[in-house]
């Protein structure tokens, strides 16, 4: 299956717990942090939840 890269690019700090929750559930808690996850629907999902906190290096 694919892979793709995630990077944090701003703060959990002030936002909605829905939101900190899919940040730590993908693994990421410092700003500028990349991880590697395999490209299902439901990482797709969460991604989408935080899509204004995170950048998609494919």
């Known amino acids: 299956m694919a892979k793709i890269k995630i990077k944090q690019t701003k703060s959990i700090i002030a936002k909605?717990?829905?939101?900190?929750?899919?940040?730590k559930a993908l693994g990421l808690r410092k700003i500028g942090q990349v991880i590697e996850k395999e490209?299902?629907?439901q990482i797709r999902g969460m991604i989408r939840k935080v899509e204004h906190?995170?950048?998609?290096?494919?």
């Open 53 to 58: 906190m995170v950048e998609v290096i494919e």
């Open 39 to 41: 490209d299902t629907p």
């Open 16 to 23: 909605t717990p829905n939101q900190v929750k899919n940040m």
